[in-house]
């Protein structure tokens, strides 16, 4: 079955990316100060279509099949209004993306090369269901320039049906900005054809759980941009200030534990377990955190009284995103290397210790987007980063690695700018040489 | 059936990956520089060994399952052993792509963010018969860094082994080098269990014909760098240097036509076709360029006595890779952008006009990696662009475009120093304002 409403959306976005690509950034500021204004002026009627999804959400609650974090999460009221109105001011106020000359350079005399920041194209984004999700992504998308395909989560259809009819509508009060730039897509059907267009489609940004990052990334030729997991470590080396490392250790777990750059893994040398382990299992009994222990981390632990459950193969690869946490003990800086490189998912890593060299080695030895010396993983951030809003936490490699800003968007163009040069005159024995100079200049 | 042999190959990259990319500059030139005199030294071997392959390609002449141009690309001889020999010292020259800090702030007192150059990690290649793309590839892989799995034509087998073993030895002179690094595969099932292995390695790079980059992309979860068409244009505008654009337009056919920054299409604008086509289609006769045209085009050349045969919808979007052009005469810049965007490959246009404003517009309105005003388009590479030595062209808009170099097999990663830093402290009501200043320093 062919899935022609979602292909003409598809279509539609990137007939509007090629024009978009050349809006002024005046005329795309305008247009989000545009889309601010009428979501505050509509709030009222968002919080209404707002309330319909959370009616439905409770009852899903009371039916044992949501949970009351979900239901949080989905509902609108006027704090998080007020939220998301600041929130497009001040994606409209950063510095443009695009336009920028990242490289100016001589080729020869009058052949002059230029590579300039440009927007990738179109982007399609499947998001959780939080309805300020659709508006923050719809606010980047257009900032960078890119036209954008938005998928939310069912449970919040109405709100997103309505807040997308207001950015849809409150753009096209700027001329310039194309109509088609952004598509709403509902069908669950729609996702499949999406993930099939690839020809029209140019980037893929998943949120959500796991399993369904993996879905997309095994379902599409399409590059993706995201990430699946955070299981993420600290390593209370030998030389750690472990007064110091009770308290990063403690924030890396419980300062926000559902997110993906909490540490589900404790590794700690085994030189100074003794003396940490029973004061950090305290500070975090504090907080509940269950801990699970490898053989030496119980029994320093059931010397002083307590009991820890044991931690299997499973738990070090396991993301809990919960007050669990998993502990052990490592012979050495290398052990604890091997095990990040074996357990880890390449997001956040952080090592405590005085030693400068002993930190050099573990950084540059951890093969991870984002490694900290004596600093809680939960820096690892867009908004902690300085990148301004953050499009999302990408532990692939290519293109965009950890917390990825609107710079994640753009990709470069080359602008060869010659009078009438060939390259006969530059091959054969009477070649020209090139000069190859940079210098400082605006295409 | 599983194919272990492969697996522990790819396995083992992935171990020396983590180490090399903790190799010094120094050590990475060493060992280049002891590649480029070992193979330097067995040339006599190599030669020997090339001429198997030359033989075997030579009785699949005879046989007519192959061209003389292949063969030719096939065979060793002392001056190509010479210009790998140059390469492989050129390469080892370049500067370092990696340990560069490509950015430093201040996020707070004592909490330092740093984004240096990285190596990806395990980068597969595939490439096309000629002995001399596997240095070329290890070379480059080894600069960067990166550990990487080679699997040539099969034609050039013996050469390929050979070529391999000097490498692998040569590089095991310098002791920091790892074991390892670079692994040679060579049964064309082995391509398949690599497309499988999304785990271990990091980017592919596949090199050789459209049909078969397109099966690497459509079967893999790797990202894959590459392109797999160059359907590029010039379009002569209505405002062009009619002298200058016969000369451009025959070098971007002519000059090396085999290439995929070759022109497949010719755009003209109506206001200057009847002047311009006549004398181009003399030019293009002197170099036995098949014409193929819309029929504006065959009335004007019909008009001079040349006959020129009818171009179809399937030519506007043909990559001849030989003397054949087709020629479109259109009413307007707009169509002429409206046509690159409908069939080019997102590779290389070039606009020829003597009005800049409508460069601009073309250069900007038309969605390729490299767009060029009064230039080539054969320009389009990373030698001509002073990237050093050229990794492939990339018509994808993620990670790299256009020709790629050794920057583009970097990434990143962000390095936080702290002291003690807790994410808590920067959230809720007394909460500690970031600074975000970006400083001069070097991780």
Known sequence: MTDTD???????????ALELANVSDTDRRAALE????????????????????????EELLEAGEYTQALVDRLKLDDAKMDSIVEMVESVADQADPLGKTLQARHLDEDLDLYRVAVPIGVIGTVFESRPDALVQIAALALKSGNAVILKGGSEASHSNRELFEIIREAAQDVEAIPEGWVQLIE?????????????????????????????????????????????????????????????????????????????????????????????MADRYAEADVELRGDDRTREILADSGLDVLEATEEDWRTEYGDL????????????????????????????????????????????????????STRFADGYRYGLGAEVGISTGKIHARGPVGLEGLTTYKYYLEGDGHLVASYAGEDAIPFSHEDFDGQW
Chains 1, 2 share one sequence.
């Not at 979602?6 to 509007?16: L, Q, R």
């Not at 509509?42 to 919080?47: F, T």
């Not at 997001?347 to 210790?353: A, G, M, N, R, Y």
């Not at 573990?362 to 984002?370: N, R």
């Open 187 to 279: 069908a669950r059907e729609a996702v499949d054809t999406v993930l099939g267009m690839d020809e029209h489609i140019d980037l893929l940004m998943p949120r959500g759980s796991s399993a369904f990052v993996s879905y997309v990334q095994n379902n599409t030729q399409i590059p993706v941009l995201g990430h699946t997991e955070g299981v993420c470590h600290v390593y209370v080396d030998s030389e750690a200030d472990l007064d110091e490392a009770v308290e990063v250790a403690f924030d890396a777990k419980v300062q926000y534990t559902a997110v993906c750059n909490a540490i589900e893994t404790l590794l700690v040398h085994e030189d100074v377990a003794e003396e940490f382990l029973p004061t």
């Open 34 to 57: 545009a889309i601010a204004t009428a979501i505050d002026d509509h709030r009222e009627e968002v919080i209404a279509v707002n309330d319909e999804d959370v009616e439905a959400g």
């Open 324 to 375: 669990i946490l998993s502990i052990k003990v490592v012979d050495s800086l290398v052990d604890a290397i091997d095990h990040v490189n074996t357990n880890g998912s390449k997001h956040t890593e952080s090592i405590l210790t005085e030693d400068d060299a002993k930190a050099r080695k573990f950084m540059t030895g951890v093969d991870a987007a984002s490694v900290f010396h004596n600093a």
């Open 6 to 16: 979602t292909e003409s959306k598809v279509e539609a976005a990137e007939a509007a």
